[in-house]
């Protein structure tokens, strides 16, 4: 069993900045990818960033060129670097890793907070 532990949520200012971090831990054999989602009120969650094990990443459309993504690999912690973030950012983020021992299982965070409003 794999455990998520989210932190760094909290209330910004437009075109101000949060850093999100995801700790992994428990009986960690490998993890592959590790991500972040995010669901706003009334909405699907959606795919915010990804990174590999091997460092690739991908974000979705509206966070390209503001927010950026990192893992460390022997922390098994994936942070999220939020820049001039929007009133449209706002939702719960969650993290989510893939875990592989013999199969591939994802594991979910239990989401976190970002607010941002004047």
């Known amino acids: 069993q794999v455990q998520l532990v989210e932190s760094g949520g909290g209330l910004v200012q437009p075109g101000g900045s949060l850093r999100l971090s995801c700790a992994a831990s428990?009986?960690?054999?490998?993890?592959?990818?590790m991500g972040w989602y995010r669901q706003a009120p009334g909405k699907q969650r959606e795919l915010v960033a990804l990174?590999?094990?091997?460092?690739?990443?991908n974000y979705a459309d509206s966070v390209k060129g503001r927010f950026t993504i990192s893992r460390d690999n022997g922390k098994n912690t994936v942070y999220l670097q939020m820049n001039s973030m929007r009133p449209e950012d706002t939702a719960v983020y969650y993290c989510?890793?893939?875990?592989?021992?013999?199969?591939?299982?994802?594991?979910w965070g239990q989401g976190t907070q970002v607010t941002v409003s004047s």
């Open positions: 989510k890793a893939v875990h592989f021992f013999v199969n591939f299982r994802n594991y």
């Open positions: 990174i590999t094990s091997s460092g690739s990443t």
């Open positions: 428990g009986r960690i054999f490998r993890i592959d990818a």
